[in-house]
């Protein structure tokens, strides 16, 4: 199969330096395809998971960005910056003597569960139409609605004091749309020293591990093997093997192929996955009663 017929996900190991767009740009040039698109933001200096939709797979996108996602984080207690990361000019510097092992272990511990977070200034969160770090660049700093998100599981907390300072290191799984920088800010504001994102690495996302990723580099020299099939790629189906099947031919094949609806039977009321009669996987149907309507096409 060759590189521009790829179709599903490409799960890259996103390094430090490159935004999503640049990681996007280039896949763009060494898999000589246009359809490209990743599912969801890493900061530059942030590393780890980055799924990567490819060809017909681009229309999952929303899908996967949707799931929760793991990452590794080194929090930076005693000092505070305009970015919330140690990218940014520094705004505060306290004293973090009076920290110890327990007192941060339990101020992480409080953030488990759902809690109002306001994003930083320098994200790519749009306000009137204009992205945040866009006004922050400028010199503008507005009032950010807080957004709903979830804390899922903070473990394997450690803290260090080193050259940089007290460090502490943590993984957290956390909703869509959580800015681990973010809670770095509030955690470091409830201990009342300050705090500030280190390093970041995301380690899991869209039920992708870190370990199954690969680097731009990597990537690059399989699509030059002329031997190589694309096996690297996850078909759009495996992020839905959670949903039943429904395997259609005949007349219903040409409704699914036009996304009309489906008249069935004896089929319970949720979401499922529609082959066509060859095995390809074709749509999302919702099916409530004895009628199907389209909620995905996956054959353009």
């Not at 869209?206 to 002329?226: F, N, Q, R, V, Y």
């Not at 004896?266 to 009669?277: E, P």
Request: proline fraction near 3%; include cysteine.
């Amino acid at each position: 199969m060759a590189a521009g017929q790829l179709s599903g996900v490409l799960p890259v190991m996103k390094e430090r330096g490159y935004t999503s767009n640049d990681v996007v740009s280039r896949l763009r040039g060494i898999l000589h395809m246009k359809k490209i698109g990743h599912t969801g933001t890493l900061d530059p200096e942030a590393t780890g998971v980055l799924p990567v939709c490819l060809g017909r797979a681009t229309k999952i996108a929303g899908y996967l960005t949707d799931t929760d996602k793991t990452y590794r984080c080194v929090m930076r207690l005693g000092i505070t910056t305009d970015t919330e990361d140690m990218t940014g000019s520094v705004t505060g510097i306290s004293d973090t003597s009076g920290m110890d092992d327990e007192k941060i272990r339990q101020a992480l511990l409080s953030f488990i569960g759902e809690y109002d977070q306001i994003p930083p200034m320098y994200s790519a969160k749009k306000v009137g139409g204009k992205k945040l770090y866009e006004l922050a660049r400028e010199g503008i700093t507005i009032e950010r609605k807080p957004s709903r998100v979830r804390i899922e599981s903070i473990t394997d907390i450690s803290t260090d004091i080193s050259e940089d300072g007290m460090l502490t290191t943590f993984t957290v799984e956390c909703s869509k749309g959580t800015y681990i920088r973010s809670l770095c800010r509030d955690v470091g504001e409830k201990l009342g020293c300050g705090a500030s994102m280190q390093s970041l690495v995301r380690t899991r996302a869209c039920g992708i591990s870190i370990d199954d990723c690969m680097t731009l580099d990597e990537i690059e020299k399989l699509a030059h093997d002329p031997l190589w099939q694309g096996s690297s790629v996850i078909p759009a189906e495996h992020f839905f093997l959670d949903l039943a099947d429904i395997t259609v031919s005949g007349t219903d094949e040409k409704f699914v192929k036009n996304g009309n609806k489906l008249k069935v039977r004896g089929l319970a009321r949720g979401r499922y996955r529609v082959y066509l009669s060859d095995g390809t996987f074709a749509a999302l149907y919702d099916v409530d009663g004895e009628e199907a309507r389209l909620c995905r096409l996956f054959l353009e």
